[in-house]
């Protein structure tokens, strides 16, 4: 079993930035793909971005340029630098990992944190 615990969620004025984090922990063996999904009020989850294991990332075109996702495989993290926040970045956010847990080792399944709140507004 996987768990992953987020942080960095909260109020921001537009323009500004916020850094969320996500650590997955538990039975792991590997963590390979991992990424951001976003809830907006009235629509359905949406991908953010996404980074394999070996660091490739994509973006949705709503974020790029302003989003930045990494990494650190050392303590299976995952980041989302949020700058340039515009009211419209307003939703519940969600980190997704898809990882092989002890001693399903080659079987990858995908996990979910929590959520976090990220409001942009004057």
């Known amino acids: 079993q996987v768990q992953l615990v987020e942080s960095g969620g909260g109020l921001v004025q537009p323009g500004g930035s916020l850094r969320l984090s996500c650590v997955a922990s538990?039975?792991?063996?590997?963590?390979?793909?991992m990424g951001w999904y976003r809830q907006a009020p009235g629509k359905e989850r949406a991908l953010v971005g996404s980074?394999?294991?070996?660091?490739?990332?994509n973006y949705a075109d709503s974020v790029k340029g302003r989003f930045t996702i990494s990494r650190d495989n050392a303590k299976n993290t995952v980041y989302l630098q949020m700058n340039s926040l515009k009211p419209d970045d307003t939703a519940v956010y969600y980190c997704?990992?898809?990882?092989?847990?002890?001693?399903?080792?080659?079987?990858?399944?995908?996990?979910w944190g929590q959520g976090t709140q990220v409001t942009v507004s004057s």
């Open positions: 538990g039975s792991i063996f590997r963590v390979n793909d």
């Open positions: 997704n990992a898809e990882a092989s847990s002890i001693p399903h080792i080659f079987q990858d399944k995908a996990y």
């Open positions: 980074i394999t294991g070996g660091g490739s990332a």
